[in-house]
């Protein structure tokens, strides 16, 4: 990947948490808990959770302190990695933007607004989107680097 689509992807990760920051706020208050907005495939809906992913009830402090542990980590590999693996960098920068994103929310809510739910049962946000993508691209990078992308 080159520095410039690595800057425009990372750029674009921080812009769609901001994005998703937006999305919380409007669907905090214009939606109350239970109210959809759209159907099949998916809701545009509130439901807060105050756990982590699939509603996994963890103290607050403890996901919080978590949370800022492996931003630190990422932004210190992103770092480390920006001049020679911009891939890495910047996939890095994608799970740092979703994280922020949940992490922000949790601070200023309380909890974590996801507002996406699909089939009535699993409930995201575009950060939770962006954790996973990275992730899912890092996995690959790996693989890849390491010959095992058959």
């Known amino acids: 990947m080159t520095r410039k689509k690595a800057n425009i992807l990372a750029f674009s990760a921080v812009m769609l948490a901001i994005l998703d920051g937006f999305f919380k706020y409007l669907v905090i208050k214009r939606l109350s808990i239970d109210e959809g907005r ?3 495939p998916f809701d545009i809906s509130l ?3 105050p756990g982590i992913a699939f509603d996994i009830p963890i103290p607050m402090g403890i ?3 978590a949370t800022i542990v492996i931003s630190l ?3 210190s590999f992103a770092i480390k990695y920006w001049q020679s693996k911009p891939d890495i960098s910047t996939y890095l920068i994608i799970i740092l933007s979703g994280a922020l994103g949940n992490m922000f929310d949790r601070i200023i809510n309380g909890f974590t607004t996801d507002y996406l739910i699909f089939f009535q ?3 995201i946000n575009i950060s939770d989107i962006l954790i996973v993508t990275g992730a899912l691209l890092v996995f690959w990078y790996n693989t890849k680097r390491d010959g095992n992308s058959n």
């Open 38 to 40: 759209l159907r099949f």
């Open 47 to 49: 439901h807060k959770n």
């Open 73 to 75: 980590a990422l932004i």
């Open 121 to 123: 049962t699993s409930a």
């Open 63 to 65: 996901i919080i302190i």
